[in-house]
T-cell receptor, first 114, second 115 residues
Framework: AQSVTQPDIHITVSEGASLELRCNYS??????LFWYVQSPGQGLQLLLK??????LVQGIKGFEAEFKRSQSSFNLRKPSVHWSDAAEYFC????????????FGKGTRLSVIA | NAGVTQTPKFRVLKTGQSMTLLCAQD?????MYWYRQDPGMGLRLIHY???????AKGEVPDGYNVSRLKKQNFLLGLESAAPSQTSVYFC??????????????FGPGTRLTVT
């Protein structure tokens, strides 16, 4: 069965510092890979996704993620964090075909300090 | 284009009461989903639908029923609410898999409290 692991439950970074949120998945073949962000009291917004091709994916709000097949990872990065990036971040995977639903990680809460 | 909308936004129920949550999407998506979100648990899939008139169970279906009578609507029902169903409920929709444009679009959520 597919699974998604986000090893960090909570991360605190200083404003202006770089950020990396980890995501590892367990699946036989390369799946769709997603990162979503959820601000407090809001729904989920797609940051970026990987389907195929270039393994470095650019998203909205200055985020990027790199797919590493050998490590089954899809880590999210941002070179300089802003206070408005404080939110919960979810990694998700889905197979490239069929009806198996998206599988979400449990999320990483990001706090940003001055 | 409203995207995915959910009704109501908030609700308080007493144990044993019933209610229906409504999800509507205007993107002509074939697939629709209901999730619940609880602290530390991430999003867990309750039920989903791959087309009008079809539904399937997700990870945590017990205590819930769903119906997809129209392509644009997906209803989630609680027949006899329990305190364990206190949660935030999210609806989502998507196109079928196998397309580069595949992604799930989420509604704003319904916060349900069962006392």
């Amino acid at each position: 069965a597919q699974s998604v692991t986000q090893p960090d439950i909570h991360i605190t970074v200083s404003e202006g510092a770089s950020l990396e949120l980890r995501c590892n998945y367990s699946y036989g073949a390369t799946p769709y890979l997603f990162w979503y962000v959820q601000s407090p009291g809001q729904g989920l917004q797609l940051l970026l996704k990987y389907f195929s091709g270039d393994t470095l994916v650019q998203g909205i709000k200055g985020f990027e993620a790199e797919f590493k097949r050998s490590q089954s990872s899809f880590n999210l990065r941002k070179p300089s964090v802003h206070w408005s990036d404080a939110a919960e971040y979810f990694c998700a995977v889905a197979p490239l075909s069929g009806n198996t639903p998206l599988v979400f990680g449990k999320g990483t809460r990001l706090s940003v300090i001055a | 284009n409203a995207g995915v909308t959910q009704t109501p936004k908030f609700r308080v129920l007493k144990t044993g009461q019933s209610m229906t949550l409504l999800c509507a999407q205007d993107m002509n998506h074939e697939y629709m989903y209901w999730y619940r979100q609880d602290p530390g648990m991430g999003l867990r899939l309750i039920h989903y639908s791959v087309g009008e008139g079809t539904t399937a169970k997700g990870e945590v279906p017990d205590g819930y029923n769903v119906s997809r009578l129209k392509k644009q609507n997906f209803l989630l029902g609680l027949e006899s609410a329990a305190p364990s169903q206190t949660s935030v409920y999210f609806c989502a929709s998507s196109r079928p898999r196998g397309q580069a444009s595949y992604e799930q679009y989420f509604g704003p959520g319904t916060r349900l409290t069962v006392t």
